[in-house]
């Protein structure tokens, strides 16, 4: 199995040039420590810890798994080594508050070192990752006092965090939960109830794990609208900060899984275990999204991570295994055959996996600026600027999430194939890799739900409209000044047609739906992942931009690497991006067509 590769030439590419970071911190309070010295010397560190620390367990884990025995999980070999030194770097606090004992960095950072640590082992990631969720959701709607008893453990690593939401009744359908939440004469609650799906539900790595839970108070209302949000610890807090008495919340069994599954996933059991109500009464669903935002674009990176890592492994077996003579010719005649590499339907398959991989990453670096904006508002207290970047960030995150970890599946699948026979046999690890990214489409909200929150909450129901228009306006400003550059301009010109037609597209569907209130889901789908494509085109488009000046002007990377984003760009217009125009067909489709066979005729047996 080939070891992963930090790609950092690319990371770089991005950060410096694309997306101007060094600008962009510059502008930030919390950017003042992250000159272009400090985050380089970040990167480079960070990939040294993934390929040195973390890959070299992403097999052995898969093999082992997790284990519970005695109501104890213990988690693979090595990963308890692996973690204290994780601690020890000082990752976790990378983007917490100082007040807290962070590094007070720019949230930007925390996504640049979840990328690489997902992409070497992803189930390792989940723990320290399920962490930053908890912490955000502490720093956000916690107390004064919630956040000095939790914050500081959590951002040393010493503690954890997860969310629980998913009940055995209800998965997306929360207003569906039974977990129940006593009020105590002391202020506390005791909360009761059984959570499934939890990842990091409890494991061996830390001290503590600090449980976000959703619970009905008493009195509450029926539905979502009836849902409070409580920190349950492991062990409760001691005097002295210290974990202390054992809480009544236990791991019931661990869920058996397709993949991940050096990853903790637990069915947690609460016993009238001692919790505490964070954020209003009933107002708990607004205040989970918060870590929900955060997981989902977190999740996101598993589309991108899986594709970098497979095309990494399938790229060095296509350059070494031969088969056969390329069409146009023997291009290795010293040789029995040609290597893969020479034949033109691998390169589809290799070209596919890279233009997902660097088209994916950029478009979370490009939405991790907002990520940085929205966190600062929240931190100034500037509730107008929060709100603004959260709107902004709101309509790309389904789109980040549901696109990308579709197209992370399908890189996945892609390098298996380039293997052959042998992407299907576990040693080669391409098909552990497959296995481990097929539940990014899945949790914290499936590509359906997704979907519908893009087009019936964020377009439809919020904004009429307006965040398609506004995003593409944006897509088409930058379009029109490269319509003089001819190496760009086809990109621009397309740019230009995209944009119109998906306002076009989305307000034949805002009509269409005042007839067919089905339209909205039948089309839901379709709209989010053309949605995907135009704005992967837009990054490719920026891309391509910055490698033709750089290649015109010179730049800090060879003229090899300039020519292949060029290429890469090219190959994703010509090839990837007419798919675009196959959903646009769909998603106008009426509802008829899906919802006119009763439901006692689906199978006749």
Excluded at 240 to 252: A, E, M, P, Q
Excluded at 365 to 389: N, S, W
């Amino acid at each position: 199995m080939p070891a992963y590769k930090a790609p950092l030439r690319d990371m770089k590419f991005l950060l410096n040039d694309v997306f101007d970071y060094p600008k962009h911190y510059a502008s930030l309070a919390s950017g003042e420590n992250a000159t272009p010295d400090i985050v380089d010397a970040i990167l480079t560190e960070c990939g040294r810890f993934c390929e040195e620390q973390l890959s070299p367990l992403y097999q052995s884990g898969d093999e082992e798994g997790c284990s519970l025995t005695d109501g104890v999980v213990t988690t693979p070999k090595g990963y308890k080594e692996a973690y204290n030194q994780y601690v020890i770097g000082g990752w976790q606090g990378l983007s917490a508050p100082e007040e807290y004992g962070g590094q007070g960095l720019p949230t930007s950072m925390g996504l640049l070192k979840q990328e690489m640590m997902g992409t070497a082992n992803w189930s390792f990631s989940m723990y320290p990752g399920l962490s930053m969720g908890a912490m955000n959701t502490i720093y956000l709607h916690g107390s004064d006092d919630q956040k000095d008893t939790y914050l500081l453990p959590m951002t040393e690593g010493r503690w954890a965090g997860t969310m629980c939401l998913t009940e055995p009744q209800c998965g997306t359908d929360l207003g569906q939960i039974k977990t129940r939440a006593e009020p105590q004469a002391d202020g506390s609650y005791k909360v009761t109830g059984t959570k499934i799906f939890i990842s990091s539900g409890d494991h061996d790595l830390t001290e503590n794990i600090v449980h976000i839970v959703l619970a009905r108070l008493p009195d509450a209302p029926k539905g979502t609208r009836g849902i409070s949000l409580f920190i349950v610890p492991k062990f409760l807090p001691g005097a002295d900060g210290d974990s202390g008495k054992r809480n009544t919340v236990v791991c019931g069994s661990l869920e058996k899984k397709m993949g991940i599954k050096a990853s903790a996933t637990c069915v947690l059991n609460f016993d009238e275990a001692v919790g505490f109500l964070i954020g209003p009464e009933n107002e708990g669903l607004e205040c989970m999204f918060t870590f929900m935002n955060t997981a989902r674009i977190g999740t996101a990176i598993q589309g991108v991570g899986p594709a970098e890592l497979s095309y990494q492994w399938a790229l060095e077996y296509a350059r070494e295994r031969r088969s056969m003579r390329a069409l146009s010719g023997k291009k290795e005649p010293e040789q029995v055959a040609d290597s893969l590499l020479h034949h033109a339907d691998v390169r589809r398959m290799l070209l596919t996996q890279k233009a997902i991989a660097e088209g994916g990453r950029a478009m979370l670096y490009d939405a991790a600026r907002l990520a940085d904006h929205m966190v600062e508002g929240h931190a100034a207290g500037d509730a107008k600027k929060a709100a603004r970047y959260n709107d902004k960030l709101g309509f790309l995150t389904p789109i980040l999430k549901g696109f990308l970890t579709e197209l992370g599946n399908e890189a996945a699948n892609l390098g298996m194939q380039v293997f052959g026979g042998h992407g299907y046999i576990r040693e080669h690890g391409m098909e552990q890799i497959a296995r481990d990214t097929r539940i990014a489409t899945l949790y914290e909200g499936t590509t359906g739900i997704q979907a519908l929150d893009l087009l019936g909450r964020k377009v439809l129901l919020s904004t009429k409209g307006g965040a398609v228009r506004d995003f593409t306006a944006r897509i088409a400003n930058f379009a029109r000044k490269k319509l003089t550059d001819s190496r760009l301009r086809p990109l621009a010109l397309d740019l230009l047609k995209l944009t119109a037609q998906w306002n076009l597209l989305t307000v034949r569907i805002m009509l269409a739906a005042r007839k067919d209130r089905d339209i909205v889901s039948s089309a839901s789908y379709d709209f989010l992942m053309y949605s995907g494509y135009v704005t992967m085109a837009y990054i490719w488009a920026r891309q391509a931009a910055v490698a033709a000046d750089r290649l015109d002007k010179g730049g800090d990377e060879s003229e090899e690497f300039y020519e292949a984003k060029l290429a890469t760009a090219e190959f994703y217009y010509e090839r990837l991006l007419p798919r675009a125009q196959a959903h646009a067909s769909s998603m106008l489709s009426p509802s008829k067509n899906l919802m006119q066979l009763r439901a006692d005729a689906m199978i006749f047996i």
